[in-house]
């Protein structure tokens, strides 16, 4: 972030005392504390809608969460000569939450369903309603994507060690992802009528984005928020702690208990959880990281992913016996 861009907070009714950088932001010690001024790529519809949201999460009083400032003429962003957008956000001192802490992960669950509590949002005629989130589209499209990536590998005459590895899996888990998503689009077809229809999701719910300070947990970084079913949320911090982990039975045990407690999970949300776990996520990522970088010289960062991957298989898929088919 420039100069240039961190001329616009005069535009704010905040006394600067000092900015740093953060990753990615600009820290402001202000009058009115710890602030954060970030640029904002989705559009002025949607942070309309995001404000709103945020307004009530603090309204309501469930959990702490960031909250947008606004400038005096009432802008919820700012913009630099060249259309730039940059918004203006309240912040908390604090740690990202430990994935390594059982306890700790599991307030962070808690503090999820708390959240979730908060995210519904009936239609109002000042306020966009997002689209709905359809995760049988993106998979049919991961899918696509797979067989694109798979065709392409076959055709490479000269192949390095990776490729070989990336395409020696592929089988494997293209037969995962279409079972997935077939399981997925028969799940669509029965499920009853909505219960969910206008919450909303943090949409990058991990433990980055959870920060442990002295008065608790303070949720960060909402711009990715979407219209789908909240258990979205869940799937992303358990799928994220139980990589790092192993995929231990216990953890997933702990975390789907915890969440429970607060706001009940129905059958069909577990359904849902359960397919979400199951796609092959993990292995798209590596793929498209893979086919959209340069491939003149491969990290080997790559090799270790899928070698990770491919160790935790087998545990990944007890996990899912155990905690979820039995």
Request: proline fraction near 3%; include cysteine.
């Amino acid at each position: 972030m420039n100069d240039r861009a961190v001329a616009l907070l005069e535009q704010y009714d905040v006394e600067i005392l000092r900015t740093r950088k953060g990753r990615g932001v600009i820290l402001c010690d202000t009058d009115k504390g710890l602030l954060v001024f970030k640029e904002y790529e989705g559009n002025e519809a949607k942070l309309v809608l995001l404000g709103r949201l945020l307004s009530q999460i603090r309204e309501l009083g469930r959990v702490s969460a960031e909250e947008l400032i606004p400038t005096r003429d009432g802008a919820l962003c700012v913009r630099e000569n060249d259309g730039t957008a940059y918004i203006l956000k309240t912040c908390a001192e604090g740690r990202e939450c430990n994935i390594f802490d059982r306890g700790e992960c599991q307030e962070a669950v808690r503090t999820l369903a708390r959240l979730h509590q908060s995210m519904v949002l009936e239609p109002r005629e000042d306020c966009p309603v997002l689209p709905r989130f359809s995760p049988l589209q993106e998979y049919e499209k991961h899918n696509r994507e797979f067989i694109k990536v798979q065709r392409f590998l076959r055709k490479k005459s000269q192949k390095t060690a990776f490729e070989y590895s990336l395409l020696g899996c592929f089988d494997y888990f293209m037969e995962q992802a279409r079972e997935v998503t077939e399981g997925w689009r028969s799940y669509e077809e029965n499920m009853p009528g909505d219960q969910e229809e206008y919450a909303y999701c943090h949409g990058d719910y991990q433990y980055h984005n959870i920060l442990r300070g002295e008065q608790g947990m303070y949720i960060v970084n909402f711009e990715k928020c979407l219209r789908d079913r909240q258990i979205r949320d869940l799937y992303l911090l358990m799928r994220k702690l139980l990589e790092k982990t192993g995929w231990p039975v216990s953890l997933g045990k702990e975390l789907l208990a915890a969440y429970d407690r607060t706001q009940p999970i129905s059958a069909y949300a577990y359904i849902d959880l359960y397919y979400r776990l199951a796609y092959p996520e993990k292995f798209w990522k590596i793929v498209n990281f893979y086919y959209n970088s340069g491939k003149a010289w491969i990290p080997q960062r790559n090799q270790e992913k899928l070698d990770k991957l491919l160790a935790q298989e087998q545990d990944k898929k007890l996990f899912l016996e155990t905690v979820f088919r039995l």
